[in-house]
């Protein structure tokens, strides 16, 4: 599923060249995205990088101040929230304490004054998506907190929205009952076809439910791309170092080889690290290395015949049941993480504090950026 690829494909939100001032303050900075139907696009960003505020234009409640915001290929500029096919659903909920499950899905579609028959059949179908026909006569208060946020999604795709959005959706669940939610929700967003902008500040969360990832800041989308491609090829140090753990190492560029890799002068007297480059870098150039600490590997003995070799000493360990994380000090004072997976009981005993190791990577396994 990848219709941003599809020439033919139409997108059903595009943002053009959209600005958002308040007073003098710019919350959204010239943006141009264009967002596909059927697709589950998150938005993720440190707090006040301008999610609510262009979730708050999709909705109608802001207008850009410069831009247009299309939607069907149509400027919504002008329509009125209530006049536009999208629905948001708030973290609170917002479910009406003292209507039933059932009356709480029903509550937009009877404010349409649709037919009844067609009602009781819509929300049938809507409880049946979130699996909850049991619940239908249960007040919000008669439910637990995952139940509630289902009939919230229920209730928000009653009146089948083209767009939803969905601030914080999971943000009031505990971690275990957010992971099973994550999937709920990706099963309910594939059976319905809707499209889908989820904010979200859990950037596993983004990295899990959605087919494209937005990474903000200041106003501005850093990078628009698949969670494999946000993860494995950051396009600035801002990316690469909000989204996951990452080794960082500053220093000199000089192109190498024949092959397009980049060595990094980053130390006297210390062979170059070689990475690829992620951005065209001219030789001389400040620039950063980084390499995500589970491609760094980590050994007893002299990794012979390796590229990227360091000898250090291990000066903190986390260990994460699944992973550990090892930090080692090389004799210059710099700290590189590398983690190790822990599928067998051997591995994770394997390294104790003050170990003497040999660090490593793969010519091919960390990338160089500029910024
Ligand atoms: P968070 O993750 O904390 O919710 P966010 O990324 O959603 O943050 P926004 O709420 O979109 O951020 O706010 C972006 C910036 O715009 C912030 O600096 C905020 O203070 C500012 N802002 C938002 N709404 C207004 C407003 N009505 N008047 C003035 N400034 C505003």
């Known amino acids: 599923f990848a219709p941003w690829k599809d020439p033919a494909a139409r997108p059903l939100i595009q943002f053009q060249n959209v600005t958002k001032r308040f007073g003098d303050f710019t919350a959204i900075d010239n943006l141009t995205v264009d967002i596909y139907e059927r697709e589950f696009f998150a938005l993720l960003g440190p707090s006040g990088c301008g999610k609510t505020t262009l979730m708050r234009m999709l909705a109608g409640f802001e207008s850009a101040t410069e831009g247009y915001i299309l939607l069907d ?11 536009r096919a999208v629905n948001m659903m708030f973290q609170s909920y917002a479910l009406f304490p003292h209507l039933t499950v ?142 996951g753990d990452v080794n960082l190492v500053e220093g000199n560029a000089t192109a190498h080889h024949t092959d397009g890799k980049i060595e990094i002068h980053w130390a006297e007297g210390k062979p170059p690290i070689v990475g690829t480059p992620m951005v065209p870098i001219a030789d001389g150039t400040r620039c950063t290395f980084a390499i995500r600490p589970e491609k760094v590997h980590i050994s007893r003995e002299h990794p012979e015949g390796k590229s990227n070799i360091m000898q250090g000493k291990i000066i903190d360990i986390a260990y994460l049941g699944n992973i550990s994380t090892y930090h080692v000090q090389i004799p210059t004072g710099e700290i590189f993480k590398a983690q190790t997976a822990n599928t067998r009981r051997i591995e994770k005993r394997k390294f104790t504090w003050d170990d003497q190791v040999w660090l490593w990577w793969r010519e091919s396994a960390g990338v160089v950026l500029t910024e």
């Open 73 to 83: 290929g149509k400027d919504i500029g002008s329509v009125p929230p209530n006049r």
């Open 102 to 243: 059932w009356d709480n899905i029903a509550f937009g579609l009877k404010r349409d004054k649709l037919p009844k028959d067609q009602i009781a059949a819509r929300v049938e179908e809507m409880l049946r998506l979130v699996q909850l026909q049991k619940f239908a006569k249960r007040k919000p208060h008669q439910i637990s907190g995952g139940q509630r946020q289902r009939v919230a999604l229920a209730r928000s795709l009653a009146k089948a929205p083209k767009l939803l959005l969905l601030d914080e959706p999971l943000g009031a669940l505990d971690k275990k009952l957010r992971t099973d939610t994550q999937f709920e929700l990706m099963e309910i967003q594939e059976k319905t076809g809707t499209t889908f902008v989820i904010v979200t500040h859990d950037q596993e969360e983004a990295m899990t439910v959605a087919s494209r990832v937005a990474v903000m800041d200041h106003g501005r989308m850093v990078q628009v791309d698949t969670p494999d491609r946000i993860y494995e090829t950051p396009n600035s140090v801002y990316v690469a170092d909000f989204i």
